[in-house]
């Protein structure tokens, strides 16, 4: 039973456009979420996070759009440059619960071409 | 910022023989610490809570007595693999809960042989 699901398994971008990444959950009780930047062998990267509080959250070429009514949340890279090519998981935790442990997608290969 | 030490980055053992993996918050104290297990292409699956100076919380499907995680001070939790076995080859990584976030270690590449 996965709970976060990243349905697209890689994307491909042009230098400049913008990345859109997609992460959809089934657990309502989850009210913070995460994405991380991931390159092969080495730990996550914290990139960006959002509360169930607000909808948008936004630093610096990175935005998270959190829409809880579906349950869907989405980042935004722009612009996408080629450093930027790299797995992104989408990660979500209840807050209060559970340790708070992070529940993780599968992930998204992001490759953003010159 | 926070940083977490993960070591070794990579090992070889031997069939049977176990492994002992670390991991360190070097500028924080962590109170909680996760362990994950990734396969190839997949996701990271979480395969236990350590907490402090308490047992270890596993997750279903996950074998305590072949896992033994350890959090024996507020800045380190240990995962030892016994017995290993080649299915047990996989990419193993630490997460130390801060009061805002969360920090990974690098992982440790196991391969058993």
């Known amino acids: 039973d996965q709970q976060v699901k990243q349905n697209s398994p890689s994307l491909s971008v042009q230098e400049g456009r913008i990345s859109i990444l997609n992460c959809d959950y089934t657990?309502?009780?989850?009210?913070?979420f995460l994405w991380y930047k991931k390159y092969p062998a080495e730990g996550p990267t914290f990139l960006i996070s959002?509360?169930?509080?607000?909808d948008k959250n936004e630093d610096g070429r990175f935005t998270v759009f959190l829409n809880k009514s579906a349950k869907h949340l989405s980042l935004h890279i722009v612009p996408s440059q080629p450093g930027d090519s790299a797995v992104y998981f989408c990660a979500a935790s209840q807050r209060g619960g559970s340790n708070y442990k992070l529940t993780f997608g599968k992930g998204t290969l992001l490759t953003v071409n010159p | 910022g926070a940083v977490v030490s993960q070591h070794p980055s990579r090992v070889i053992c031997k069939s049977g023989t176990s492994v002992k993996i670390e991991c360190r918050s070097l500028?924080?104290?962590?109170?909680?610490m996760f362990w994950y297990r990734q396969f190839p292409k997949q996701s990271l699956m979480l395969m236990a809570t350590?907490?402090?100076?308490?047992?270890?919380?596993?997750e279903q499907g996950v074998e305590k007595d072949k896992f033994l995680i350890n959090h024996a001070s507020l800045t380190l939790s240990t995962l030892t693999v016994t017995s290993a076995h080649p299915e047990d080859s996989s990419f193993y990584i630490c997460s130390a809960r801060r009061t805002y976030g969360y920090t990974f270690g690098s992982g440790t590449r196991l391969t058993v042989v």
């Open positions: 657990n309502s009780m989850f009210d913070y």
């Open positions: 500028d924080f104290q962590a109170t909680t």
């Open positions: 959002i509360s169930s509080i607000k």
């Open positions: 350590s907490n402090e100076g308490s047992k270890a919380t596993y």
